[in-house]
Antibody, heavy 119, light 113 residues
Framework: QVQLQESGPGLVKPSETLTLTCTVSGDSINSDDYYWSWIRQPLGGALEYIGYIYHSGPTHYNPSLENRVSISIDSSRSQYSLHLNSVTAADTAVYYC???????????WGQGLLVAVSS | DVVLNQSPLSLPVAPGYPASITCTASQSLLNRARGHTYLAWFHQRPGQSPRRLIYKIFNRDPGVPDRFSGSGSASHFTLRISRVEAEDVGIYYCMQGTHWPYNFGQGTKLEIK
C-alpha cells in the first residue's frame, strides 16, 4: 500500500518561498503508471489542484499559480517537492501530496501539512 | 477552466435514509480520445485527508461500501448513498480529471439529522 508523507515548515514569512517535500513509500515513484501531485485546501475551504510531475520530469501547473510554482522530483530519494515563491496570506492552507494514476484519477493522499504565511 | 457546481451544499439526512449529490460541469468531461470520463468522488471527514470513493463516474474503490454509487455522463453526475450511516458525515467533493487544470466542486456537507 503506497504511503505519502509531507514535510516542511509550518510557518513561512510573506514574500518568501514555501518548500515542501513528499516522501513516497510502498510503491515506486519511477512507475510510468503514476503522476505525483500537490493539492491544497485553505482552512474551511475547497480543494485546489496546484500541479503535478511525472518521474521523467514533465510538469503541469495550474495557470492560477504558474508564475510562482515549480515541482521537482528526486527519484533516488523517492521524493518530490513543491516550491511556491512570493507567498502571501492567501497561500495559507493545508498542502497535500497525492498520487495520480494515469487515465484514472488521483487516489492516495498524504495526511496533509498546514502551512501558515505570517510575519 | 471547467467549473463544477455541486448541489446541495448542505445535506441533512436521517440514518437509514437515502442521499443524493449532483455535480454539474460547465462542459463535457468526456475524453474523446480515450473514450472515458474522468469524474471522481471523494469523501473528507473532519481533520482527515480526502478519500476517493468513485472514479470514472461509477467505479467504486476497494473497501467502499456498496451503498455508494455513482452515475451520469457528459456534464451531469450524481453520487447516491442508498442508506446513510453515521460514518458518512463529512464533505463530499466531485473532481474532474479530463481538462487541465483539474479541479474540484465546492463540496457538499452531509450531516446526520
Amino acid at each position: 500500500q503506497v504511503q505519502l508523507q509531507e514535510s516542511g515548515p509550518g510557518l513561512v514569512k510573506p514574500s518568501e518561498t514555501l518548500t515542501l517535500t513528499c516522501t513516497v513509500s510502498g510503491d515506486s515513484i519511477n512507475s510510468d503508471d503514476y503522476y505525483w501531485s500537490w493539492i491544497r485546501q485553505p482552512l474551511g475551504g475547497a480543494l485546489e489542484y496546484i500541479g503535478y510531475i511525472y518521474h521523467s520530469g514533465p510538469t503541469h501547473y495550474n495557470p492560477s499559480l504558474e508564475n510562482r510554482v515549480s515541482i521537482s522530483i528526486d527519484s533516488s530519494r523517492s521524493q518530490y517537492s513543491l516550491h511556491l515563491n512570493s507567498v502571501t496570506a492567501a497561500d495559507t492552507a493545508v498542502y497535500y501530496c497525492v498520487r495520480g494514476v494515469n487515465y484514472v484519477a488521483v487516489d492516495h493522499w498524504g495526511q496533509g501539512l498546514l502551512v501558515a504565511v505570517s510575519s | 477552466d471547467v467549473v463544477l457546481n455541486q448541489s446541495p451544499l448542505s445535506l441533512p439526512v436521517a440514518p437509514g435514509y437515502p442521499a443524493s449529490i449532483t455535480c454539474t460541469a460547465s462542459q463535457s468531461l468526456l475524453n474523446r480520445a480515450r473514450g472515458h470520463t474522468y469524474l471522481a468522488w471523494f469523501h473528507q471527514r473532519p481533520g482527515q485527508s480526502p478519500r476517493r470513493l468513485i472514479y470514472k463516474i461509477f467505479n467504486r474503490d476497494p473497501g467502499v461500501p456498496d451503498r455508494f454509487s455513482g452515475s451520469g455522463s457528459a456534464s451531469h453526475f450524481t453520487l447516491r448513498i442508498s442508506r446513510v450511516e453515521a460514518e458518512d458525515v463529512g464533505i463530499y467533493y466531485c473532481m474532474q480529471g479530463t481538462h487541465w487544470p483539474y479541479n474540484f466542486g465546492q463540496g457538499t456537507k452531509l450531516e446526520i439529522k
